[in-house]
């Protein structure tokens, strides 16, 4: 069975940073893309990032490029999620997900809350 979860949410100061974790079992990463997506407060929930078997990471949108970056670690079956730079605008709850044989799995989410 897959199964990921995140963490390393929290509250972060305007211009700050945070790192998120997306820990997986069941998956093997190195093959895997890993999407990272999230719901701001009142709205439906959109891609950020992800990150392909390749490497290659695609982002979404323009405000999120050159501040978050996605990493691996394959000894940790983890995905990471470094945000940098970050506005009250990138204040929601951040998922990852990852689609195997077919399914989409989801992580239950952490909050990320940027004060301005």
């Known amino acids: 069975q897959v199964y990921l979860v995140e963490s390393g949410g929290g509250l972060v100061q305007s211009g700050g940073s945070t790192r998120l974790s997306c820990k997986t079992r069941?998956?093997?990463?190195?093959?895997?893309?890993i999407d990272w997506y999230r719901r701001p407060p009142g709205k439906e929930r959109e891609f950020v990032v992800n990150?392909?078997?390749?490497?290659?990471?695609?982002y979404f949108e323009d405000s999120v490029r050159g501040r978050f970056a996605v990493a691996r670690d394959y000894a940790r079956n983890t995905v990471y999620l470094q945000m940098n730079a970050l506005k009250a605008e990138d204040t929601a709850v951040y998922y990852c997900?990852?689609?195997?044989?077919?399914?989409?799995?989801w992580g239950p989410g952490t909050q990320v809350t940027v004060s301005s």
């Open positions: 997900k990852t689609k195997y044989k077919g399914r989409d799995f």
């Open positions: 069941g998956l093997n990463i190195r093959i895997s893309t």
């Open positions: 990150i392909t078997s390749g490497g290659v990471a695609g």
